[in-house]
């Protein structure tokens, strides 16, 4: 999956969902900031994906393009493992039979591919590892063929939304990441645009839609990740959480975690460290925020 490339001044990212296809492209300036160039979602079901692709590469003129994608988190697993003491290419197999028994599905359906831990991590001798349903990837890059596109990476939740999360630095302190998706959420530790932990989160934001006071559950998971993290990665300072764009109060979200939390929250910050082709409206960057943050990839690996 995670392959090194030299840089691109485009990135084209198209991604998969249950009700349609993202599309974002970012462009790099001679400034270093990047710039969303086009951004839309197409309304679809799976059956009517190929179609829509297409249409998307048609009207985009993509044909032929190099391109990225994503995996959704119920197609994987990102795990820690203890880096075996073995020759380089022998790594990945090493690793296939350490984790073997945590992945939860068959070995022999999963890819395995791995990354290192940021260089101020306190256990040097770990790597991250991503075990994707062999599957999924299939589909993909059979659909990606298709649409005469070339698939260049497909990366992972937690390394798309750490890129946003990079967007938002400010000091010298890492932040902490609360994504709040349809049925599940995710909370991630990152500094100068590394990911150093996560924790993913049972509820989403249609259970909190729909109960209200499920905040107190999110918020109390949130402050034991904190109070883990703070014990475990004590050089690495936090003070701020940044939670993502969802349908729903997101007001009322940030004013309860404020109050209820050791670090202080606000919402995401689009407009900073990012320029924007158009104005694109907030419903349209929170649909296709995990397009944004994989196609802000400026390498294949963290």
Sequence with gaps: MFKRKKKSPVQNTIGFH????????????????????ALEFFSCDIENRIETLNTLVKKYKLKKSECSSYLRVDDYRLLSADKPEVPEEDLIDAIRWEIKDMIGFPLEEATIDVFPV??????????????AKKVVITEQSSMFKEAKLNLKMIDIEELAY????????KEATGSVVLILQK????????????????RRLAAGYDLLNSEPGQIEAIALEI???????????????INNLILLPYPGNEENTVSFLNNNLTVSCSL????????WEREFNHQEKARCLLAIGTALRVESVT
Excluded at 187 to 196: I, R
Excluded at 268 to 275: K, P, Q
């Design 162 to 169: 750490r890129n946003i999360a990079a967007t938002q630095e």
């Design 223 to 237: 402050q034991r990740s904190i109070d883990y993290f703070d014990r475990h990665f004590a050089n690495v300072g």
């Design 268 to 275: 995401v910050d689009l407009t900073m460290g990012l320029e």
């Design 183 to 198: 049925n599940h959420g995710m909370v991630l530790f990152c500094k100068a645009g590394e990911l150093h932990f996560s």
């Design 18 to 37: 249950e009700d349609g296809i993202c599309y974002v492209q970012v462009t790099r300036q001679s400034t270093g900031v990047p710039r969303i160039a």
């Design 118 to 131: 940021p260089e101020d991590a306190v256990n040097q001798n770990q790597l991250n590892v991503v075990a």
